[in-house]
C-alpha cells in the first residue's frame, strides 16, 4: 500500500538522518581530540571551565578563524585553547564530504 511505502520511506530516511548525524558526531570528537592533543593547560586551573570557539574552515580542514564564543573565566585557558586550534590545522576531515560544514562550535574544558 501507499501508506507502508510512505513508512517504509520514512524509516529508512530516519535512519540515515541517524547514521548521518552519528558521523556528524564522530568527526567532531576527532576534530576535539585533535585540538585537545595540543592543548597545553596553564598551571592551577580552578574547576572545568568550558571555553566555546566558533571555528571557520575550509573543506582541506584549514582553519580560517577561531573566535572565542564564550570565555571559560580563565584567560589564561581560553588563550592555551585558541593556540591549539591554530596549532591543529588542518583539522581532521568528515569521512562523507557532504558532512562537511565550514563553521563549528566546539566546546572545552580542561578536564574532559
Keep these: 500500500s501507499d501508506r507502508a511505502q510512505a513508512e517504509a520511506r ?10 548521518a548525524a552519528a558521523a556528524q558526531a564522530d568527526w567532531i570528537r576527532r576534530i576535539q581530540a ?5 592543548v ?13 570557539f566558533e571555528v571557520v574552515q575550509l573543506p582541506t580542514g584549514e582553519i580560517l578563524d577561531a573566535r572565542l564564543a564564550k570565555s571559560s573565566g580563565v584567560k589564561a585557558y581560553d588563550d592555551a585553547v585558541a ?3 591554530v596549532k591543529s ?7 562523507r564530504a557532504e558532512q562537511f ?6 566546546r572545552f574544558r580542561p578536564l574532559d
Design 10 to 19: 520514512a524509516r529508512a530516511k530516519a535512519q540515515a538522518d541517524a547514521a
Design 89 to 95: 590545522s588542518p583539522l581532521p576531515r568528515p569521512e
Design 101 to 106: 560544514s565550514r563553521t563549528l562550535t566546539l
Design 40 to 52: 597545553i593547560l596553564p598551571p592551577d586551573l580552578p574547576g572545568n571551565p568550558e571555553a566555546v
Design 34 to 38: 585533535k585540538i585537545r592533543g595540543n
Design 83 to 85: 593556540r591549539a586550534i
